[in-house]
């Protein structure tokens, strides 16, 4: 397995990953939102503001995970993760839980102060990421699943409560991805 971060000649191949894995686990029409999303990221968002890592096998992109800029008034550099996948016949091997620990280092690397998420706990848990609050991290948008709100510091043992608003990147301002 090799993991890097992605080249732009395989946006399409990157694309169709994320609409096969969301439609096998969550139906046709949420594979197609993430795939739009994941589209949106690598065609229309700067390429400043977010990263994406893919795994590969047999030169096979088998998962892949995006991060991009959340911005604070604080000036905190952080980044959200959202979304991912490992194609569905991969899936339970822990090759997810190695591409995001991949990520994180390079974010860190790069002098990213947090991560946060949004999702099942139960899965992000398992590479650092724990439950917090809009008091701890505001979030850009109204949570729907507030139990979903996750992140880690990547320079410490915790996260130092965030003031002040949050904006996200375009591709993720909607409400319905929210
Ligand atoms: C969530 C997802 C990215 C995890 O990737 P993965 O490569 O299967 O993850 P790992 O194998 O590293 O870890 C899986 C862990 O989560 C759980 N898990 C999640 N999906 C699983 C599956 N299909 N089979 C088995 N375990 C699964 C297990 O508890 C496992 O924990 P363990 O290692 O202690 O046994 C992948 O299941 C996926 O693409 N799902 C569909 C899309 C999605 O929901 N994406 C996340 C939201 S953005």
Redesign the pocket.
Known sequence: MKFSEYNPSKIEEINRL?IK??S???GKSEGLV?GELTNNFMTNTDADDFYCFVVRENNEII?A?FFSKLTFESGVKAYI????????K???????????NFSLDVLRKNGVELAV????S??YS??GFKQITEAIVPAPLELSYPEGWLGQSLIGDRIDPIVGKSYCVEALNKQDLW
Do not use: R, W
């Open positions: 994320f894995t969301f096998d686990s969550e993430i998962g995970v993760l959202s979304p991912m996948a490992t194609l569905t991969h899936q339970g091997k822990g090759i997810g839980q190695k591409l995001i998420t949004y999702g099942d139960n899965f398992k590479v």
